[in-house]
């Protein structure tokens, strides 16, 4: 049972949703290029930048068995937004690659509490709807669009610099948002019962949803890391930098609004398995065409599926492979081991490979897509999930 509401209100879920990919649309295709702007080479920024995915490892379960023990996950997540915007605000002050790392590493690990927590709650508030969460979850995709968009206009006209102060009111916008949610607490019960997640980490299907997940997020490592490098080398503008990562989020968009149709036609089981198939051909095009305006186009409209879709899906799985006690935990090691560990190596990988071209490296992105649905026929192929 939800311990919310009914009426808790789902407007200001979208609205953290919109906030926080917002701050994501910051970071992803825009960060590498304010390091660069920095004076960092290729393979410090991918350093830097596994530093941030790499938080991202430990971070979400120790905020999860941490949010167990408090009466309500806002304290925390309210905790964790005012300890974001601290820590980010050295950025400033940061001299040298240490330092930078120290002040990436330190918000990372405060901001990486939050999505799994609301993550939960959403699943919670609609009782594992995926029609209702999409509903919910693309107002992330529109305030990423509109993040991209409009930061990548302005690089055409300002400087890189002031992306942290834009980064930080951000930040700002999330923790104020917090305080207008009902901090209902939970009933503690059943505290005494705490079931442990070890026992589930020997089930093959979750070995094989974790593996899944893993090599997905290291083959989007090069995509977040250097795309918007890879684009500004073959001398896209800024403002077609921002327009290409808009476009796979508008593509996001509409298959979150009408996921309903899309889960119509198919089992979820063989949407996992296209959208793996798609992600591998996505890099494949990034790799071999990127001179192609039209075909990275195209590549982009993929996002809809090497992202959106399999996210929905990933998110459905969360609760059948965990108890609902053990959602919180569930959901953490899934972002964990996949935007954290995952993330990180790519990040990594693809800093040091850099300097081989990036037809080498979005083909070894492609390759790990391959890998994931190889492992994901064999080993998910009798959970279900309907």
């Not at 905790?79 to 002050?93: E, R």
């Not at 209902?184 to 070890?198: D, G, N």
């Not at 409209?301 to 059948?320: E, G, N, Q, T």
Request: aromatic fraction near 16%.
């Amino acid at each position: 049972m939800s311990e919310f509401s009914p009426a808790f209100p789902k407007s200001r879920l979208s609205l953290f949703y919109a906030l926080f990919f917002a701050l994501t649309g910051c970071i992803m295709p825009f960060w590498g290029l304010y390091l660069q702007h920095l004076g960092f080479g290729a393979d410090e920024i991918g350093a830097l930048i596994a530093s941030f995915s790499g938080v991202r490892i430990f971070a979400p379960n120790v905020w999860a068995w941490f949010g167990q023990r408090l009466d309500s996950p806002l304290q925390m997540v309210r905790a964790a937004g005012v300890l974001t915007a601290i820590c980010f605000s050295a950025i400033w002050i940061a001299d040298g690659f240490w330092q930078v790392l120290g002040v990436m590493a330190l918000y990372g690990f405060f901001w990486s509490a939050t999505l799994p927590q609301y993550e939960v709650l959403t699943m919670r508030l609609i009782n594992n709807c995926l029609e209702q969460y999409s509903r919910i979850r693309l107002w992330g995709s529109i305030g990423f669009v509109v993040a991209v968009v409009v930061i990548g206009w302005l690089l055409d006209y300002i400087s890189i610099r002031w992306l942290p102060v834009v980064m930080l009111l951000l930040m700002l916008g999330i923790l104020l948002n917090s305080f207008g949610i009902p901090d209902q607490r939970r009933e503690r019960k059943l505290s005494h019962a705490r079931l442990s997640i070890f026992p589930l980490l020997k089930e093959p299907a979750v070995l094989a949803f974790i593996a899944v997940n893993f090599l997905l997020q290291v083959s989007h490592g090069p995509y977040y890391t250097f795309f918007s490098i890879y684009m500004q080398e073959l001398q896209y503008s800024g403002a077609a930098i921002g327009g290409l990562w808009a476009l796979g989020v508008i593509a996001e968009v509409v298959l979150f609004w009408k996921i309903g149709f899309f889960l119509r036609q198919a089992s979820l089981r063989r949407w996992l398995l296209l959208s793996l198939v798609l992600t591998s051909v996505r890099w494949s095009m990034v790799a071999l065409f990127p001179d192609s305006l039209l075909l990275m186009l195209v590549a982009q409209l993929f996002h809809a599926f090497s992202f959106a879709m399999l996210h929905a899906v990933c998110i459905r799985y969360v609760p059948v492979l965990f108890p609902d006690s053990l959602q919180g935990q569930g959901q953490a090691l899934y972002s964990s081991v996949g935007f954290g560990l995952g993330g990180a190596l790519g990040a990594w990988g693809s800093g040091h490979l850099w300097a081989l071209g990036g037809l080498p490296v979005f083909m070894l992105a492609a390759g790990a897509s391959v890998l994931a649905l190889l492992v994901a026929w064999a080993g998910l192929k009798n959970v279900a999930t309907t």
